[in-house]
């Protein structure tokens, strides 16, 4: 028997006498909200499904299951630099915002803050999938869509510190990446906005205090400012040791504070994880291209050969399309080898 569609069944299970989801979140919501991060930040995917799944299945009616579900799935597709689930994520964007909309059909104050929190969540999740595989219009589009929804959360209750972590997120980006539109006023400059929004969220919020100080580690990295990268990852670190997400920016912040031993570290750690999960090979690319210019600044032309002789197997089996995509380190690599 075919599956039913999901908004099909979430009809049939709700006129069956299933109530929507439409409170503040209860105590076993906020252990599941704040368990299903702590896995995502150590980038145990399996566990977090195996989290998400099982709320969906005592909780259909809610949109936190399939919410977080849809941001651990983008969260893998992220780590892969692949889009694995790309019709799996857009499904769950969908439910998440029906049934943030069945809710605010009836609710206000912070129940409506809430569920406006949530589908901004979505929509966001929505942009940022878009950005990295799809559509820039439609990541334009989910953007906007986000910003709105943290906006009506607030006017229902502003006392939700949590909504500042989207908004935060939303005008430091936005700003950042209106480039000139921004500097002849078309744009307005809200990155002091941003940045203060998301210290807000971090100092005050709920359920979103980690993800704010994530937030906080790439727009360190955006601006330059490498000392504080370098204290906030590896503070994260410490309670999330498995974390590539943090490796990342805390190795480019090492290269580009010209620690390049350390940075070196970090990224033959990432090297040899991905090494054993191959994928698509855009990782691979990007460690080797990164741990070759760490060897280099280091003067150990060995390990710098090393990476290179990798390059001929890159050309023979990574996608074309990760061959385009990492073109400009690939060229670079392969400049290097034939000198």
Known sequence: MKKLPVFLSLFLSLASGYSV?????????????????????DDQFDSALSLCDTFIASHSGSPLGYLFKAGTLLGEMSDQEDALYSTKLRKLVDTVAWLCDKGLETSSGPDAAYFCLWKGHAHVYRALFESRFGSFTS???????????????????????????????????????????????????????????????????????????NSMIWIWLDKKDYDSVIVLAENMLKKYPASRTLRWPLAQAYFESGRFEKAAELFLYLYQYFNDNRGNYFNLIECDYQLYRCYHELAQEDKADSVLMRVNEYRANAPKATQRRQLSKLNFLRRELGR
């Open 21 to 41: 989801f439409s409170k503040t979140p209860d105590s076993a919501d906020t252990r599941f909200i704040l368990s299903v991060q702590e896995q995502l930040f």
């Open 139 to 213: 990541a334009i589009k989910h953007g906007f869509r986000a910003r709105d929804d943290y906006l009506q959360g607030l006017r229902q209750d502003n006392e939700r510190y949590d909504l500042y972590f989207g908004l935060g997120n939303y005008h430091y980006w936005k700003s950042v990446k209106a480039g000139i539109l921004r500097t002849i006023g078309i744009i307005s400059n809200e990155i002091i906005k941003g940045i203060n929004e998301l210290r807000l969220a971090s100092d005050s919020g709920l359920y979103f205090q980690e993800a704010a100080r």
